[in-house]
């Protein structure tokens, strides 16, 4: 598509069926709503930390709506939309980020870092790069099973450094691992361009140094994205092919609420791909060529959506922080005497001190 909603080649048209396509428009402003909304209760000091999705949505949704349901996902901080396209509740978005009682992370992780066993999406951790060989380690074991699904494993160019994804490209390819690595290259690590990132031709041509079968694809354009994780999901699966996709994209937003990006890039540059080129704008015009989508209808979505993103904020601020004890289960599969011994620790302290804590706050 370009940047008006016209397909460019006919021939490259997925011709997904209108449901589907509402299902990639209604996730990615869905998705951006919930964004807006988040990101202004971190300023609030209602939570501690958030991480928007804005101007990389269309790789989020382009990517999820080609795999299969049953295909391992490793993310690595900014692929809300593709757990989002998967049924992931808004219920559970907001209770990891509030850290309450809901939270199936029990309130361990700070906010952003999903996970869900039933929709296949391995949880989120911190450092940078580590869910790369992971996913390749993953990958291995579903070959060995020949269990017919593909792992899916997200990262930015900035990840592309680590040493961890030099490791994961080359295990994938010299053991022939169902795997696609999707890059979304959105011009920015955290403050560092592109320009400082690297000297060579992005990160897909990267690939055919390792073995890769390599790809550069509009990561602004959802449907160049669907097509582009549709044939390499197939030839991961049918081929143990390991493929690299980089998406080319813009991050709008700053990296996190503590960055600042003012400080090192213009108003200018951000708004120019907020107003020219972004995923979400290119799909609205498609939808509205198409006649399956007007004003009236775009209306009644943004008020109906972002009800339901408040109900569900105001849900999360209702609930209860979990019972402090879970500190110390799920570490061991039997809890050893030593935490044991601090577990009776921390009881007998609160039941001695607890006047001095906010105990009420939390579930018994």
């Known amino acids: 598509m370009d940047r008006q909603g016209q397909v460019i080649r006919k021939s490259e048209d997925p011709q997904l069926p209108k449901e589907q396509v509402l299902k990639l428009y209604k996730t990615m402003t869905l998705l951006n709503t919930m964004d807006r909304i988040l990101y202004e209760s971190q300023r609030q000091g209602r939570i501690s930390f958030y991480m928007t999705n804005y101007g990389e949505e269309g790789t989020h949704v382009g990517s999820a709506a080609a795999l299969d349901s049953s295909d391992l996902v490793f993310g690595q901080y900014r692929e809300a939309g593709v757990l989002l396209y998967r049924g992931y509740p808004l219920e559970l978005f907001m209770a990891q980020c509030y850290g309450n009682a809901r939270d199936p992370g029990k309130g361990r992780q700070m906010p952003v870092h999903y996970g869900c066993r039933e929709r296949h999406f391995v949880t989120i951790s911190s450092p940078l790069a580590t869910q790369i060989p992971q996913a390749v380690g993953a990958a291995y074991a579903i070959k060995r099973a020949d269990a017919s699904r593909a792992v899916v494993c997200y990262f930015g160019e900035g990840a592309a450094s680590e040493g961890d994804a030099h490791a994961g490209f080359n295990f994938a390819a010299t053991l022939e691992c169902p795997i696609v690595f999707f890059c979304r290259n959105n011009g920015y690590a955290i403050s560092t361009p592109t320009s400082e990132q690297y000297r060579g031709d992005g990160i897909a041509a990267r690939g055919p140094g390792y073995g890769l079968l390599s790809i ?149």
């Open 216 to 364: 550069r694809v509009d990561g602004n354009d959802v449907f160049a994205v669907y097509n582009a994780t549709r044939e390499a999901r197939r030839r991961a699966v049918a081929e143990n092919q390991p493929i690299l996709i980089e998406a080319m994209t813009y991050r709008i937003g700053h990296h996190s609420t503590s960055d600042d990006s003012s400080a090192y890039r213009s108003v200018d540059e951000v708004n120019y791909w907020d107003k020219q080129d972004h995923p979400i704008s290119r799909l609205r015009h498609y939808l509205g060529h198409r006649g399956w989508w007007d004003e009236g209808q775009e209306k009644e979505w943004r008020k109906s959506s972002r009800k339901m993103v408040l109900e569900a904020f105001e849900q999360a601020e209702r609930e209860p922080k979990p019972p402090p004890l879970l500190l110390f289960s799920d570490v061991y599969l039997e809890m050893p005497p030593r935490l044991r011994r601090q577990r009776q620790e921390l009881q007998r302290h609160l039941e001695a001190y607890g006047e001095h804590y906010p105990l009420q706050h939390f579930q018994k």
